[in-house]
């Protein structure tokens, strides 16, 4: 039981950090971020804040969101609010400049790649979920609206906005938005933590299956 915990909150961390990381690594390839990243890097240049500290702030708003929709936050929601933007801006200020796209392209690719890992990693420690996930889970619960379309409707007003207040849009969103669905159930199935009960692989307990899966 301890080593399944301990495991877990391992997964935890590393998934929280390795987003974070991925992130970064987006931010510097500078051909387009994720949609929530979008709004971040928006509100980080109209603000003069860094993106993590954006990231922080943004992420604990969407959190008081949860207390009327009736959300409970576990320890993987409040974790995450902090350490993926803390990793994120860490990771920006050891990343040497990329002017060249010879670099800028795989390095969006590992960041891709590497986002998909830590959605995996963090998701299937089963500490609850990030605080936009329950934003997307909550306004389902509370509207009977699909979750697919509440993703899509927060995703396009987030990626919009953040797009007007200086955001990168680019080929690397587009990419993002096909890829992360199976990167993140691959390696949901690669780190699944065994169930104490009877030794099955429960991913994301209680929270529905297709509240995939992005912060």
Known sequence: M???LGRRLIQ????LALYGASSAILVEAGLGLEPWNV????????TGLTIGVVSIVVGAAVLLLWIPLRQRPGLGTVSNVFVVGIAMDATLAALP???SLAVRIPLMLAGILLNGVATGLYIAARFGPGPRDGLMT???QRTGRSIRLMRTAVEITVVATGFVLGGTIGVGTLLYAVAI???AQLFLRVFAVPAASDG????AAGQPRRAILRR
Not at 39 to 46: F, M, W
Not at 200 to 203: I, Q
Request: hydrophobic letters at 40%.
């Open 200 to 203: 099955s692989t429960v991913v």
């Open 12 to 15: 935890l961390y590393a998934g």
């Open 2 to 4: 301890t080593g399944r």
């Open 97 to 99: 400049d990329a002017p």
């Open 138 to 140: 909550g306004l389902h």
């Open 39 to 46: 709004l971040h890097q928006g509100l980080a240049e109209l």
């Open 181 to 183: 669905g199976p990167l």
